[in-house]
């Protein structure tokens, strides 16, 4: 049984995981930087341990820091969160030799699916789609145009051990592989310690359609419908929606089975993410995510059910609570990501926030860990709140993001909640003519 769990994250992933174990009664422990010491997450658990300089290399990426401050406050459980050693299988395994209980899949797992070539080759063993492209990792320029050649151009590099849209080169013909080749190699080096890219057919206008998993130790596995996350910015979601126009009934019940079925196959446990390239009525495995995700909340809203809660309990030996049968979704939910940067150039925005006003009424729901003389760091991810809003339907619940963004007010650091508006405000958006290349489209209209 878990009693007192370490989230070893910041922000709002970090005070979320807290609220929940608060529910369940469990006691907490913040780990934080220095450059956290103010921070939301450490006020409101039972414990808190500072874990190293503000630089998250020695800090919220410092294991033996983590493990140390889990045995001295008594934690028998970590929460990873999403982002630093949440898909770290090293982490997995050190915590249970330490016999700390990891709530998230077993290690084997998170190695098996962290390989992007391995998983591929996992989902293609078992009958579901892929997309063509290389068999695995590419030693050369030489052998990556001549796998492009045969599947045809335009064509995507993509890191084997990436994710967050990192080592991430498109190629329209083949005088562009060899600086992409390159480039992508390199930035897989520096995000991930391994240079390894592998190919694949790059989709001009495809939707990206996502899959929540949950599995539980006692062999049960169910999927809870989809997240529409088409609206992205250099493969950085935005904003994410749930359910998607694109996806019917028969759909959701193919994708969800295959999604399933990849699950089986990797004997998954706990809150995972099956993503999917959607084109027309075609859908193409492209990765898993072995964590929850930062879009948890829109599949919450339209399901009535906690998955982070869902988390601990299944990390601690229960089973799924979500009931047997087909599973409807209820009404419709879109979130949308508020970073602290600039909305036109992109450009992260740090510093205090002096006016912090929160947007109310039916349907509105805000995760944040930050408040009024709050100060932004810079040496993190610029998210700093998540707006959600639901509705009976899509219209409805479009509405109700319009009416919360123009309410949501933080002042003293530019945020993306004027690039929020000018989208909902887009009739593509309305009409939902949704595809991964919305923001390319959209950028050049304004």
Not at 301 to 319: C, F, H, N, R, W
Request: net charge negative; aromatic share 6%.
């Amino acid at each position: 049984m878990i009693s007192k769990v370490l989230i070893a994250n910041r922000g709002e992933i970090a005070l979320r995981v807290i609220l929940a174990c608060k529910e369940l009664g469990l006691k907490t422990v913040a780990v934080h930087s220095e450059a956290d010491r103010d921070a939301l997450h450490v006020r409101y658990a039972d414990d808190d341990v500072c874990i190293g300089p503000a630089v998250s290399r020695q800090s919220y990426l410092n294991i033996s820091s983590i493990i140390a401050a889990a045995e001295i406050t008594g934690a028998d459980a970590v929460h990873p969160g999403y982002g630093f050693l949440s898909e770290n299988p090293h982490f997995a395994e050190i915590l249970d030799e330490c016999r700390l209980t990891f709530i998230g899949p077993r290690a084997a797992t998170i190695r098996l699916m962290g390989d992007k070539a391995a998983a591929r080759d996992t989902v293609k063993k078992i009958g579901v789609p892929i997309l063509p492209g290389s068999d695995g990792p590419l030693s050369t320029v030489e052998e990556a145009a001549g796998v492009a050649r045969v599947i045809g151009f335009p064509v995507i590099l993509k890191a084997a051990a990436g994710g967050g849209g990192r080592g991430m080169r498109i190629c329209w013909q083949e005088s562009d592989l060899e600086t992409a080749f390159h480039a992508a190699r390199n930035e897989a080096e520096r995000a991930f310690g391994v240079a390894d890219v592998y190919l694949e057919k790059y989709l001009e206008r495809p939707r990206h359609v996502e899959i929540q998993i949950f599995g539980d130790t006692h062999g049960r596995i169910v999927h809870l419908g989809e997240r529409e996350c088409s609206i992205q910015r250099r493969h950085q979601k935005l904003i994410e929606e749930s359910p998607s126009v694109a996806v019917d009934a028969d759909l959701r019940r193919r994708m969800g089975d295959a999604a399933i079925r990849i699950a089986q196959a990797v004997n998954y446990v706990n809150a995972g993410t099956i993503e999917f390239l959607l084109d027309g009525e075609n859908f193409y495995f492209m990765e898993m995510n072995t964590r929850i995700q930062v879009e948890h909340p829109v599949t919450e809203a339209v399901t009535s059910i906690d998955l982070v809660k869902e988390q601990i309990l299944v990390a601690g030996g229960a089973p799924l609570s979500v009931p047997e049968g087909v599973f409807h979704l209820r009404g419709h939910a879109i979130e949308f990501r508020i970073n602290a940067e600039d909305p036109v150039t992109f450009a992260p925005n740090p510093g205090k926030i002096t006016a912090f006003h929160l947007p109310g009424g039916p349907g509105v729901r805000v995760d944040t860990a930050v408040y009024r003389d709050y100060v932004v760091p810079p040496h993190y991810d610029s998210l700093i709140a998540k707006l959600i809003v639901h509705g009976k339907d899509r219209a409805e619940a479009i509405a109700r993001g319009k009416r919360a963004l123009e309410l949501f007010t933080i002042e003293g650091v530019k945020t993306s909640i004027p690039l929020h508006r000018a989208i909902l405000a887009d009739p593509r958006f309305a009409s939902g003519d949704l595809s991964t290349r919305f923001m390319e489209e959209f950028s050049r209209n304004q």
